[in-house]
């Protein structure tokens, strides 16, 4: 009966043991599993946040030129629309001869390098805005 016993305590102690050795390999794979996971996410957070640029900077600089393009077309067609919206047959003959002058291609290249870095859109708009204006401006007068 004392033998039984003794096994008993015996082989609880050892699966104890055999649970400690894993606990200790355990818990320091776990640790670095954490710590990678941080690690990663700094570093993604620091490179995301580190290639901001200045908004002020991005609506004052130059366009390329198959941005200007995209701008001098936008602006061509809007002031077409505008100046013969009462008048739609002329309007018609008017974006059919820009369609045949556009370069689709120019555009296309223009509005890819766009979407590459949306934050110049704002140098595309504010000079959008700036002919809009002003051409409003010259019409008024």
């Given at each position: 009966?004392?033998?039984?016993?003794?096994?008993?305590?015996?082989?609880?102690?050892?699966?104890?043991?055999?649970?400690?050795?894993?606990?200790?390999?355990?818990?320091?794979?776990?640790?670095?599993?954490?710590?990678?996971?941080?690690?990663?996410?700094?570093?993604?957070?620091?490179?995301?946040c580190s290639?901001?640029?200045?908004?002020?900077?991005?609506?004052?600089?130059?366009?390329?030129?198959?941005?200007?393009y995209l701008?001098?077309?936008?602006?061509?067609?809007?002031?077409?629309?505008?100046?013969?919206?009462?008048?739609?047959?002329?309007?018609?003959?008017?974006?059919?001869?820009?369609?045949?002058?556009?370069?689709?291609?120019?555009?296309?290249?223009?509005?890819?390098?766009?979407?590459?870095?949306?934050?110049?859109?704002?140098?595309?708009?504010?000079?959008?805005?700036?002919?809009?204006?002003?051409?409003?401006?010259?019409?008024?007068?």
């Amino acid at each position: 009966m004392k033998n039984k016993q003794f096994y008993k305590v015996y082989e609880m102690s050892s699966t104890n043991n055999s649970n400690r050795e894993y606990n200790k390999l355990y818990y320091p794979v776990r640790m670095r599993k954490s710590i990678s996971i941080i690690l990663s996410i700094l570093f993604i957070l620091t490179i995301s946040c580190s290639e901001r640029t200045n908004p002020d900077k991005e609506i004052t600089r130059t366009l390329t030129p198959n941005e200007r393009y995209l701008v001098n077309s936008y602006v061509k067609i809007h002031e077409f629309e505008r100046n013969l919206q009462n008048n739609p047959e002329e309007l018609t003959k008017k974006l059919i001869q820009i369609e045949k002058e556009t370069d689709y291609q120019r555009i296309r290249l223009a509005l890819s390098e766009l979407e590459k870095d949306p934050t110049r859109w704002l140098a595309v708009y504010n000079r959008i805005n700036k002919l809009l204006t002003r051409n409003s401006q010259e019409s008024e007068n």
